[in-house]
Structure formats: C-alpha cells, structure tokens
C-alpha cells in the first residue's frame, strides 16, 4: 500500500539557517509527490510538486526514486516560512487519491 | 472567484441531530472532494466527485452521505453522528479528476456531543 513518511513531527531552525524537511514514500511504481503547506489560520495550499520542478517561495524539492524520497529544502529559512508542511503522494498519473504524510511543523527562530 | 468556501465555519451538534456541510467553488472544476481531519493529524480522504458522479467512496460510514447537486456544489449530510466524528471537514476541488493541484477551503469545524 502506498504511503508517506514524515519523520520529523517537528523542526525548529534559526532564521537565515538552511531548512530541509524530509519526506519519504512507500510506492513500487512512479509516483507523483507534492509539499502542501498550512500557514496559521490559512487554508491548505499547494508548494510545489515534483513534475514541475519549479521553485517556490526558495523552497525546492528534488524526487529521488532510488531513495524513495522527496525532501524538501530551502537555503535560507525566513520567519514566514513557519507551517505546517504535509508531504502527499499520488499513485499514478490522473489518480484521483492524495495520500498524506503526518506532516512537519516547522518554526522559524529569530 | 478562485476560492473554495465553505459553511458553516463551525458546527455543533448532537447525536441525533440531522445537519449538512456544504461547499462552493465558482473556478469551473469538475472534481471535487470531502477530507476529514483529525487534530494534529493530516487530511484524510473521504469521497470524490467527478463529474459530479461520485468515484470514490474511502468506506465511510453510511451516517455521512455526500451529494453533488450541480457542479459548483458539494454537500456533506450528516445523520446520528458520533462523538469521534468530531473534527474539521475540509472540501477541495481540481480541474480534472486526478489534475495535480487541489484547491481547499477553509474547513468546517464539527463538534458532535
């Protein structure tokens, strides 16, 4: 079955330090992966997803599928970037199911 | 209008009560979905419409039961629900079924006493 694995419930970097949040998933085939962020008291948004390869915000995410892993990286933290962070997988192309990972609060220290 | 709205924003209710949720989005999307949430948990899905045929159904229990009048609208009815249903209900719409970027609403906090 598929699924995702965010293994830091939650990561706490001081402003201006790099940010790399991890995200690993369990599928045999050729997955399509996304970063959903929560910022407080807003709606669930789409980051980025992987086909795209496109930088968001200075947030990047490289699909690894030797490594089965999508992490999520930015050099340089802002304070803005405090959220929560979920990590979802589709299973195919066109699939209709997005599957969640438990998500990442991430704090940005001044 | 490139938002999902959803209402009520907040709900209480009781074991034998009768309520809906309801969702609206005006983007022209064929696909729209119900996730349930969990405190510090994330989405989990619920059903999908597509077309406004409902496609999935994540075996839910039959006290939710979901309709797609037309397809800018989505309700969630909700019937002899339990105390564990309480959580937030968040409605989504894509493009397509299956498009890769979904779009959320706000949620509707639900309370069953």
């Known amino acids: 079955a598929q699924r995702v694995t965010q293994p830091e419930k939650l990561l706490s970097v001081f402003k201006g330090a790099p940010v790399e949040l991890k995200c690993n998933y369990s599928y045999s085939g050729s997955p399509e992966l996304f970063w959903y962020v929560q910022y407080s008291r807003q709606r669930l948004q789409l980051l980025l997803r992987h086909i795209s390869r496109e930088s968001i915000k200075g947030f990047t995410a490289d699909l690894n599928k030797g490594e089965t892993s999508f992490h999520l990286k930015k050099p340089f933290a802002q304070e803005e970037d405090s959220a929560m962070y979920y990590c979802?997988?589709?299973?195919?192309?066109?699939?209709?199911?997005?599957?969640f990972g438990q998500g990442t609060r991430l704090t940005i220290n001044p | 209008d490139t938002e999902v709205t959803q209402t009520p924003k907040h709900l209480v209710m009781g074991m034998t009560n009768k309520k809906s949720l309801k969702c609206e989005q005006h983007?022209?999307?064929?696909?729209m979905y119900w996730y349930k949430q969990k405190a510090k948990k994330p989405p989990e899905l619920m059903f999908v419409?597509?077309?406004?045929?409902?496609?999935i159904n994540e075996s839910v229990p039959s006290r939710f039961s979901p309709e797609c009048p037309n397809s800018s609208l989505l309700n969630l009815h909700l019937h002899a629900l339990q105390p564990e249903d309480s959580a937030l209900y968040l409605c989504a719409s894509s493009q397509d079924p299956g498009y890769n970027e979904q779009f959320f609403g706000p949620g509707t906090r639900l309370t069953v006493l």
């Open positions: 983007m022209g999307h064929r696909a």
């Open positions: 419409y597509s077309y406004e045929k409902l496609s």
């Open positions: 979802a997988l589709k299973t195919t192309p066109g699939a209709q199911k997005l599957v």
